[in-house]
């Protein structure tokens, strides 16, 4: 980048506290139209226009993968020429024509940047322009000298080590820097040691305002050094660290019973699976398994103050700052002070302040204050320092009063488990008498009914109830009779109810009937009369007078022998009548006798007689008591409140959480005193290292000095259980002495390299592998054809067998490593993000097929307008005239800018978090140059935008999908992706495909250009 363009001394004299960077002067191009160029300036703008394109390819790069990726500001070059090496002359050779064969080249001629910062690049749009700033993100500049160590020899190259170090010391090399010319001076101290070598420069060599801005890999001066150490040991010097695991088979295979909850110290929510981690915990090395949603990061902050309440130390590490930040966040929670040590990234854009002001070094700075809030008073002057401590009313914890509360969360949780019981009793008895409902209906006396009420009985009561029925009918229609008023007249007096006049009245007609006279003379008349009284002298006998007179009275007169017979009966009617109404009487008495020993009311004997004209009498009689019993055991249940039990249980699990954070305060505060009984020299230390820690990260002979007397960290080590840091900065900042952790626990291991692993293995005795062997694999070190290995085999003569190639699985990660190795392995299954259909993909193609089906909990369903769906494709028409790449869908990222505007527009996702992924890099920096020429901030507006390797280990609330393809003939272009063809890029991209389709958490949104039938399969 030519100096017009970069002003570098402002640039170095800039603080990195300042929001704004410094802008890249491309004045022509920010300010021209293309169509009003004019020859004149023809030439400037198309030199600015070429390094405005690589500066916006650098600055998507850095935003779509910024856990991988560092942008670097280069200035200061130097050209030298040096010998080149006689291996590699002889590994040239072979590339060489026979012709030129005797030409092999014996120096070679670079240019090298001497200094370099990491720096960020931010884009700002005004008046229709994007411009560019450089902002630095580290205070350190790197003096890179590594390249010439080779030629300057040991001597000489740690000597002009040494001297840098005291400008780094001095902060001569932090910014902002006022005084360029300290750069100049330390060309000259390299000139003066580069004369004493072979190699070949010139004053001209050094340009310091040659600068230049570039993008690569993050690497870690820290982790070379300690890899370079670590090479020389000898086996048994890793007896003591978790790197034995590799080589040795013992105490891998342990299984140890998991703790009572009184005895265990996980302050947050937990389930089964996450609580079996503890019983491969005290293995050398082990592995979690954690899928996407199933409280991977919730499991290690439990796991971390376990550990620490048992007085373990604990290393933390990652090489994705999220998954650090995300632990952090949580143990933050606890309000514990002193319980992990951070060390944040200043560089990061996944970082605010917060987590700054999080570190370790502002907590080192305050831990004087810390002591003297707690109520300590030190008195160092005495022989032996004296600490004094105030005792602060309920501030005692202890892991009784812990297992008290979660008895009493035992009590509550069975309790509310009781109550839900109850409730899904109820429920369920509910349900049934529901399918009862007919058969449901109050029983008299339920106990008679089940054991009297039998098919005989029913079929005598309908026989009563028939003859009742009868029977009635019969007094009745009597009842109508006008005779009958007559003969209450005449026999109001006589009991006629209970006697059986009517069968001595048939008598008497009988007698009638055979010889009753029918004629006029009255002599004949008596005659007749005096010999039937005679005749039925015993009949007449049971006769009362009243019904006498009356037979006597009517027999007496001067009426036909018909006409006498139909008095008698209508005589013989009137009794009859009364003996009925007798036998009504009974018979309805009967009735009730049955009914009542059937345990029925009549209605309730008609209900039943209505069922069993649809059913048999035995499954009538069955369901009827089981409707009675189902009442019976309803009103027996008790149920207790759920809600007001589940408040109660949530406040002693917050009490329980709220112990454990004391408990370990506690724990972290005697520590501490402890520590400062020791005297001056501990505080000296936690002074120097409050400074040290704020320091940046380039800040090389600082933290050399640090590793090189281990007393420092380990002092502070004593007090501060967790240390939570990306890998590098484990080498960066604590010695390389075996064991000095008990655990070194790593999360997404699945992206962590073998080489970082290493080194942080050795400072820990075991070793915990957090990760998914389905996702990503740190693909910064996959190799692109076999050429460099084909020219190291050919060199040394490896056999065939013991080639790495460039295919298949040869990029393994340190999880990879650790399953190969056999560990125990506890897999977490319950997934908490998203609803079955999000996450269903994944589980289908990933999990399920190995055995690790998840089982979805989560429920929470957010519908997309009307449509009942989570996920929803939105079908793009391509508007032909715009795209202009195959890798760039210009109408699909205009579809989603429109459709992010109205999901913001929207209420119920005005507080959402939004993804926007594609599988194409070019596809994410248009997509990011379209929402920021509209105004929009990944910062501020709650949405990211990038590839899949920059959201492992995050997640959103709604994931946008950008598939950019056409037509299924560019299915060519998803190769890279899928791995056609077999090269090396197929089993990490399975994983990257994972990724990609498991970080929602209510919706997902697929925005194709091409109908879905014509998608190609794969």
């Given at each position: 980048?030519?100096?017009?363009?970069l002003?570098?001394?402002?640039l170095?004299?800039?603080?990195i506290?300042e929001?704004?960077?410094?802008?890249?002067?491309?004045?022509?191009f920010y300010?021209?139209d293309?169509?009003?160029?004019?020859?004149e300036?023809q030439k400037?703008?198309?030199?600015?226009?070429?390094?405005a394109?690589?500066?916006?390819?650098?600055y998507?790069?850095?935003?779509?993968?910024?856990?991988?990726k560092q942008i670097?500001?280069?200035?200061?070059?130097y050209e030298v020429e040096?010998?080149?090496?006689?291996e590699e002359i002889?590994?040239?050779s072979?590339?060489?024509?026979?012709?030129?064969?005797?030409?092999?080249?014996t120096t070679?001629?670079?240019?090298?940047?001497l200094?370099?910062?990491p720096?960020?690049?931010?884009?700002?749009?005004?008046k229709?322009?994007?411009k560019?700033?450089?902002?630095p993100?580290?205070?350190g500049?790197?003096v890179?000298?590594g390249?010439?160590a080779d030629?300057?020899?040991?001597?000489?190259?740690y000597k002009?080590?040494?001297?840098?170090?005291?400008?780094e010391?001095?902060g001569?090399?932090?910014?902002?820097?006022t005084n360029v010319a300290?750069?100049d001076?330390?060309?000259?101290k390299?000139?003066?040691?580069l004369k004493l070598?072979?190699?070949?420069f010139s004053?001209?060599?050094f340009?310091?305002?040659?600068?230049?801005?570039?993008?690569?890999?993050?690497v870690n001066?820290f982790?070379?050094d300690d890899?370079?150490?670590?090479?020389?040991?000898e086996?048994?010097?890793f007896?003591n660290?978790?790197?034995i695991?590799?080589?040795?088979?013992?105490?891998?295979?342990?299984?140890d019973e998991i703790?009572e909850e009184?005895?265990?110290?996980f302050?947050?929510?937990?389930?089964e699976?996450?609580l079996r981690?503890?019983?491969?915990?005290n293995?050398?090395?082990?592995i979690?398994?954690?899928p996407?949603?199933?409280g991977?990061?919730q499991t290690i902050?439990?796991l971390?103050?376990?550990l620490?309440?048992k007085?373990?130390?604990?290393?933390?590490?990652?090489q994705k700052?999220?998954a650090?930040?995300?632990v952090?966040d949580?143990l933050?929670?606890?309000?514990t002070r002193?319980?992990?040590g951070y060390?944040?990234d200043?560089g990061?854009?996944?970082?605010?302040?917060?987590?700054?002001l999080d570190?370790?070094?502002?907590?080192?700075a305050?831990?004087?204050?810390?002591i003297d809030e707690?109520?300590?008073?030190?008195y160092p002057r005495r022989?032996?320092p004296?600490?004094?401590y105030?005792?602060?009313?309920?501030?005692?914890?202890?892991?009784k009063?812990?297992?008290n509360?979660?008895?009493?969360?035992?009590?509550?949780?069975?309790?509310?488990?009781?109550?839900?019981?109850?409730q899904?009793?109820?429920?369920?008895?509910?349900?049934e008498?529901?399918d009862l409902?007919e058969?449901?209906?109050?029983?008299?006396?339920?106990?008679?009914?089940?054991?009297t009420?039998?098919d005989?009985l029913?079929?005598?009561?309908?026989e009563l109830?028939?003859?009742?029925?009868?029977l009635?009918?019969?007094?009745r229609n009597?009842?109508?009779n006008?005779?009958?008023?007559?003969?209450?007249?005449?026999?109001?007096?006589l009991d006629l109810k209970?006697?059986?006049?009517?069968?001595?009245?048939?008598?008497?007609?009988?007698?009638?009937?055979?010889?009753?006279?029918?004629?006029h003379?009255?002599?004949?008349?008596?005659?007749?009369?005096?010999?039937?009284?005679?005749?039925?002298?015993?009949?007449?006998?049971a006769?009362?007078?009243?019904?006498?007179?009356f037979i006597?009275?009517?027999?007496?007169?001067?009426?036909?022998?018909?006409?006498?017979i139909k008095?008698?009966?209508?005589?013989?009617n009137?009794?009859?009548?009364?003996?009925?109404?007798?036998?009504?009487e009974k018979?309805?008495?009967?009735?009730e006798d049955s009914l009542?020993?059937?345990g029925?009311?009549n209605?309730?004997?008609l209900?039943i007689e209505?069922?069993?004209s649809?059913?048999n009498f035995?499954?009538v009689?069955?369901?009827?008591?089981?409707?009675?019993?189902?009442?019976?055991?309803?009103?027996?249940?008790k149920?207790?409140?759920?809600?007001?039990?589940?408040?109660?249980l949530n406040?002693?699990?917050?009490?329980r959480?709220?112990r454990?954070?004391k408990y370990?305060?506690?724990?972290i505060?005697?520590?501490?005193?402890?520590k400062y009984?020791e005297?001056?020299s501990?505080?000296?230390i936690?002074?120097?290292?409050a400074?040290?820690?704020?320091?940046?990260?380039k800040?090389?002979r600082t933290f050399?000095?640090?590793?090189?007397?281990?007393d420092?960290f380990?002092a502070i080590?004593?007090?501060?259980?967790?240390w939570i840091m990306?890998l590098d900065d484990?080498?960066?900042?604590?010695p390389?002495?075996p064991?000095i952790?008990?655990y070194?626990?790593?999360d997404?291991?699945?992206?962590?390299n073998?080489?970082y692993g290493i080194?942080?293995?050795?400072?820990?005795?075991?070793?915990l592998?957090?990760?998914?062997?389905e996702q990503?694999r740190?693909?910064?070190?996959i190799f692109?054809?076999n050429?460099?290995?084909?020219?190291l085999?050919?060199?040394?003569?490896i056999s065939?067998?013991?080639?790495i190639?460039?295919t298949?699985e040869?990029?393994?990660s340190?999880?990879?490593?650790?399953?190969?190795?056999?560990l125990?392995?506890?897999p977490l299954?319950?997934?908490?993000?998203?609803?079955?259909e999000?996450?269903g993909?994944s589980?289908k193609?990933?999990?399920?097929?190995?055995?690790?089906?998840l089982?979805?909990q989560?429920?929470n369903y957010?519908?997309?307008?009307?449509?009942n769906?989570i996920?929803?494709i939105?079908?793009?028409?391509?508007?032909?005239?715009k795209?202009?790449?195959e890798?760039?869908?210009?109408s699909?990222?205009e579809?989603?800018?429109d459709?992010f505007r109205?999901?913001?527009s929207?209420?119920?996702?005005?507080?959402?978090?939004i993804g926007i992924?594609s599988?194409f890099?070019?596809?994410?920096a248009?997509?990011?140059?379209?929402?920021?020429?509209?105004?929009?901030?990944?910062?501020?507006?709650n949405?990211k935008?990038?590839?899949?390797e920059?959201?492992?280990?995050?997640?959103?609330?709604?994931i946008?999908?950008?598939f950019?393809i056409r037509?299924p003939?560019?299915?060519n272009?998803?190769?890279p992706l899928t791995?056609e063809?077999?090269?090396i890029?197929?089993?990490?991209?399975?994983?990257?495909?994972?990724v990609?389709?498991?970080?929602?958490?209510?919706q997902?949104?697929c925005?194709?250009?091409?109908?879905?039938?014509?998608?190609?399969?794969?």
């Amino acid at each position: 980048m030519p100096e017009h363009f970069l002003n570098l001394t402002e640039l170095l004299e800039s603080d990195i506290d300042e929001n704004a960077g410094k802008l890249i002067n491309l004045e022509t191009f920010y300010s021209l139209d293309p169509q009003k160029i004019t020859k004149e300036n023809q030439k400037q703008y198309n030199e600015e226009q070429s390094i405005a394109k690589k500066i916006e390819e650098i600055y998507n790069k850095g935003r779509n993968d910024p856990y991988t990726k560092q942008i670097f500001f280069s200035f200061g070059y130097y050209e030298v020429e040096i010998p080149v090496k006689e291996e590699e002359i002889e590994l040239r050779s072979d590339y060489l024509s026979e012709e030129n064969e005797n030409e092999k080249p014996t120096t070679k001629i670079d240019r090298y940047p001497l200094f370099s910062l990491p720096i960020s690049i931010e884009k700002v749009f005004e008046k229709g322009a994007g411009k560019y700033f450089i902002k630095p993100i580290d205070t350190g500049i790197q003096v890179n000298i590594g390249i010439l160590a080779d030629i300057l020899g040991e001597d000489l190259y740690y000597k002009l080590i040494e001297e840098f170090g005291r400008y780094e010391v001095k902060g001569d090399l932090s910014l902002p820097i006022t005084n360029v010319a300290i750069f100049d001076e330390i060309w000259d101290k390299i000139r003066a040691q580069l004369k004493l070598t072979d190699a070949k420069f010139s004053e001209e060599s050094f340009v310091l305002n040659e600068m230049r801005v570039g993008i690569s890999p993050k690497v870690n001066y820290f982790i070379a050094d300690d890899l370079q150490k670590l090479s020389k040991y000898e086996e048994d010097d890793f007896k003591n660290t978790s790197l034995i695991s590799w080589i040795e088979d013992e105490n891998l295979s342990s299984k140890d019973e998991i703790p009572e909850e009184g005895e265990l110290y996980f302050p947050f929510l937990y389930d089964e699976y996450q609580l079996r981690i503890l019983s491969n915990i005290n293995n050398n090395a082990s592995i979690v398994q954690g899928p996407p949603g199933t409280g991977k990061s919730q499991t290690i902050a439990n796991l971390l103050c376990h550990l620490a309440a048992k007085g373990k130390k604990v290393l933390f590490v990652s090489q994705k700052e999220q998954a650090l930040k995300v632990v952090k966040d949580m143990l933050k929670k606890l309000g514990t002070r002193y319980l992990f040590g951070y060390m944040p990234d200043v560089g990061s854009i996944q970082l605010n302040e917060e987590d700054r002001l999080d570190g370790i070094a502002p907590q080192l700075a305050a831990l004087e204050s810390h002591i003297d809030e707690l109520g300590y008073k030190i008195y160092p002057r005495r022989k032996y320092p004296l600490i004094v401590y105030k005792e602060e009313k309920g501030s005692l914890i202890t892991d009784k009063s812990i297992k008290n509360i979660v008895e009493k969360k035992i009590e509550l949780k069975q309790l509310f488990n009781q109550s839900i019981e109850a409730q899904r009793l109820f429920y369920k008895l509910y349900q049934e008498l529901e399918d009862l409902k007919e058969y449901d209906f109050e029983i008299s006396n339920p106990r008679l009914f089940q054991s009297t009420f039998s098919d005989d009985l029913r079929k005598k009561i309908i026989e009563l109830k028939n003859d009742i029925e009868k029977l009635g009918r019969e007094v009745r229609n009597y009842e109508k009779n006008k005779k009958k008023a007559e003969f209450d007249k005449l026999f109001s007096i006589l009991d006629l109810k209970n006697n059986h006049y009517s069968e001595l009245v048939r008598k008497i007609i009988d007698d009638i009937v055979k010889g009753g006279y029918d004629g006029h003379n009255k002599i004949f008349r008596s005659l007749k009369n005096t010999l039937q009284k005679l005749r039925l002298k015993n009949v007449r006998f049971a006769f009362p007078r009243e019904l006498l007179d009356f037979i006597d009275d009517q027999l007496g007169q001067d009426i036909s022998k018909i006409q006498a017979i139909k008095t008698m009966e209508e005589l013989l009617n009137y009794c009859r009548y009364h003996e009925q109404q007798q036998e009504l009487e009974k018979m309805e008495n009967d009735l009730e006798d049955s009914l009542n020993s059937s345990g029925l009311s009549n209605k309730e004997f008609l209900q039943i007689e209505k069922l069993i004209s649809k059913a048999n009498f035995n499954e009538v009689k069955e369901k009827i008591l089981r409707a009675s019993e189902i009442h019976s055991q309803l009103n027996e249940i008790k149920i207790e409140n759920p809600n007001d039990i589940s408040l109660s249980l949530n406040g002693a699990e917050k009490t329980r959480q709220q112990r454990i954070a004391k408990y370990l305060q506690n724990i972290i505060n005697k520590k501490i005193l402890d520590k400062y009984k020791e005297g001056t020299s501990v505080r000296a230390i936690v002074r120097k290292l409050a400074k040290a820690f704020g320091k940046s990260k380039k800040a090389y002979r600082t933290f050399d000095r640090l590793r090189d007397n281990p007393d420092n960290f380990l002092a502070i080590m004593d007090f501060i259980p967790i240390w939570i840091m990306e890998l590098d900065d484990a080498s960066r900042i604590i010695p390389l002495g075996p064991g000095i952790f008990d655990y070194v626990i790593f999360d997404e291991s699945s992206q962590c390299n073998i080489a970082y692993g290493i080194p942080a293995m050795y400072r820990a005795k075991k070793a915990l592998f957090v990760g998914d062997s389905e996702q990503m694999r740190d693909d910064t070190i996959i190799f692109k054809s076999n050429r460099s290995f084909d020219e190291l085999a050919k060199k040394y003569q490896i056999s065939e067998d013991l080639q790495i190639k460039a295919t298949g699985e040869a990029v393994q990660s340190i999880l990879d490593i650790a399953r190969l190795r056999g560990l125990e392995e506890v897999p977490l299954r319950n997934h908490y993000r998203s609803p079955k259909e999000l996450i269903g993909f994944s589980n289908k193609y990933f999990y399920k097929p190995k055995g690790k089906e998840l089982i979805i909990q989560n429920t929470n369903y957010l519908a997309y307008k009307n449509t009942n769906q989570i996920m929803v494709i939105h079908p793009v028409e391509v508007d032909w005239d715009k795209e202009v790449s195959e890798r760039i869908n210009v109408s699909e990222a205009e579809n989603i800018l429109d459709f992010f505007r109205e999901l913001k527009s929207d209420k119920r996702y005005q507080e959402k978090s939004i993804g926007i992924l594609s599988f194409f890099n070019a596809q994410a920096a248009y997509l990011r140059e379209l929402f920021e020429k509209e105004g929009y901030k990944e910062e501020t507006d709650n949405y990211k935008i990038g590839i899949i390797e920059g959201i492992q280990g995050d997640e959103k609330d709604i994931i946008l999908y950008s598939f950019v393809i056409r037509n299924p003939d560019q299915k060519n272009k998803y190769i890279p992706l899928t791995g056609e063809g077999g090269d090396i890029r197929a089993g990490i991209n399975k994983g990257r495909v994972n990724v990609a389709f498991s970080r929602a958490r209510l919706q997902t949104h697929c925005f194709v250009s091409m109908p879905i039938e014509e998608i190609p399969n794969g």
